[in-house]
Antibody, heavy 120, light 111 residues
Framework: EVQLVQSGAEVKKSGESLKISCKAS????????IAWVRQMPGKGLEWMGIIYPGDSDTRYGPSFQGQVTISADKSISTVYLQWRSLKASDTATYYC??????????????WGQGTKVTVS | NFVLTQPPSMSESPGKTVSISCTGSGAAIARNFVQWFQQRPDSGPITVIY?????PSGVPDRFSGSIDTSSNSASLTISGLKTEDEADYYCQSYDTNDRWVFGGGTRLTVL
């Protein structure tokens, strides 16, 4: 079964660092782009960025460039989203998502279950 | 700067038909495919339409998508509304730098 399984909910304090994960299974991990999408409480979906695990080519949305780091570990088929210093405004649910095919513009069709991050 | 604009909310009665619009600005909406996602409370998004008008397996044919180049907009139409269709709906496409662009979302109430 093709799936993305995300790490569990996190409760952190402002200024702390955090790395959440998205583990892929059921497909050739290195060949598919995987994106991160933010949803702040009661708000809409925002694209944060995307990575191609095959060569670690990474693109960021303008609002997220320099604020987060997206990385991948091919050996364990896992993509990460990392903060060096959390802010209260990072409180949100974060989803990873994979396009249905291997192109960066292919529509996303596989979503992780979401990771809720609360920063106080 | 490519932006997709949706109405914040819509409501309709069970059995009726509703069309949710997604208007593009900053570029032609037909330049790239448009997808539609349904998100129920406390759940992740699921695709109901991809590549403008295609339905994933398992999505009822009550859901359909279209593009209108004259108004630079995409539409999601849901016919024979059911209470289970009550959810938030998001359109999504791409900008010139391959970045995903989401509309602001439309909360559909079926009452």
């Amino acid at each position: 079964e093709v799936q993305l399984v995300q790490s569990g909910a996190e409760v952190k304090k402002s200024g702390e660092s955090l790395k959440i994960s998205c583990k892929a299974s059921g497909f050739s991990f290195s060949r598919y782009w995987i994106a991160w999408v933010r949803q702040m409480p009661g708000k809409g979906l925002e694209w944060m960025g995307i990575i191609y695990p095959g060569d670690s080519d990474t693109r960021y949305g303008p609002s997220f460039q320099g604020q987060v780091t997206i990385s991948a570990d091919k050996s364990i088929s896992t993509v990460y989203l990392q903060w060096r210093s959390l802010k209260a405004s990072d409180t949100a649910t974060y989803y990873c998502a994979r396009p249905y095919s291997t192109g960066i513009r292919d529509p996303p069709d596989i979503w992780g279950q979401g990771t809720k991050v609360t920063v106080s | 700067n490519f932006v997709l604009t949706q109405p914040p909310s819509m409501s309709e009665s069970p059995g009726k038909t509703v069309s949710i619009s997604c208007t593009g600005s900053g570029a032609a909406i037909a330049r790239n495919f448009v997808q539609w996602f349904q998100q129920r409370p406390d759940s992740g998004p699921i695709t109901v339409i991809y590549e403008d008008k295609l339905r994933p397996s398992g999505v009822p044919d009550r859901f359909s998508g279209s593009i209108d180049t004259s108004s630079n907009s995409a539409s999601l139409t849901i016919s024979g509304l059911k209470t289970e269709d009550e959810a938030d709906y998001y359109c999504q496409s791409y900008d010139t730098n391959d970045r995903w662009v989401f509309g602001g979302g439309t909360r559909l109430t079926v009452l």
